[in-house]
């Protein structure tokens, strides 16, 4: 297994504003799969993804990713691991305003030894006409194009999105869904998708519903559905 999570506890807080987030979450994932995790608000899907990012600390268990052990990692280490493994996309952009679509994109290509192609990557994700704009000079879905291909210009096994499609529209986060699809089948990069949008769990290969910090179902799609095929 590509990704292996096991007995995953975290907690924030103390005394009466003690909150437990995540009670014993344990779930695998297998190289080029593509899954999503579902639940409501507050369910802990955001502070998994962030655990397994290596953006957040957890209260015990083990995440292994490609056979690695990155809970207890120092700070160097998990920086080492967060630039050399993982891809993150968010809801929010977060682009440098005042560098244009290809220096936002550049700027994590200068982080890997091995990038993906710029030129194939702006292809791939429609950008090639825009890549000398700022970001002010797109539509949401343009920006979150090229927060995408920042994300996988460094060529990631393990791409994290936290809500890549919830400040889009319908039209636009499927044409988004679609490039997420693309991209996998592509580079087969493996995926994990935290999102609200109940349409996304037909696309992909696994499915995590979790409920108040445990998972409540998980299952592999037999048929799966294209992105484009999608209803919402």
């Not at 962030?50 to 207890?72: C, F, M, Q």
């Not at 979150?144 to 936290?162: E, F, G, M, T, Y």
Request: hydrophobic residues 35%; proline residues 4%.
């Amino acid at each position: 297994m590509y990704l292996e999570v096991e007995n995953i506890k975290k907690s924030y807080g103390e005394g009466g504003s003690y909150v437990q987030v995540l009670r014993g979450i344990s779930t695998q994932l297998r190289e080029g799969q593509m899954c999503v995790i579902l639940g409501p608000s507050g369910s802990g899907k955001s502070t998994l993804l962030n655990a397994i990012g290596g953006l957040d600390t957890v209260d015990g268990g083990s995440i292994r990713v490609d056979g690695k052990e990155i809970t207890g990692l120092k700070p160097d280490a998990l920086s080492d691991y967060r630039r050399d493994s993982i891809g993150f996309v968010f809801q929010f952009y977060h682009l440098i305003p005042n560098l244009t679509v290809r220096e936002n994109i550049e700027v994590c290509q200068y982080l890997s030894p091995v990038p993906l192609s710029l030129a194939e990557l702006l292809e791939t994700l429609g950008l090639s006409s825009h890549q000398n704009k700022f970001p002010a000079q797109l539509s949401g879905g343009q920006q979150q194009r090229c927060a995408l291909a920042r994300a996988l210009v460094k060529n990631p096994r393990l791409l994290l999105c936290d809500e890549p499609t919830g400040a889009l529209d319908s039209k636009t986060a499927k044409e988004i869904l679609v490039l997420l699809e693309t991209i996998n089948q592509k580079y087969k990069t493996t995926m994990l998708i935290v999102t609200h949008n109940d349409a996304i769990q037909h696309m992909v290969h696994k499915v995590i519903q979790i409920r108040d910090g445990e998972i409540h179902r998980e299952y592999e799609n037999e048929h799966r559905i294209p992105a484009a095929d999608l209803e919402w």
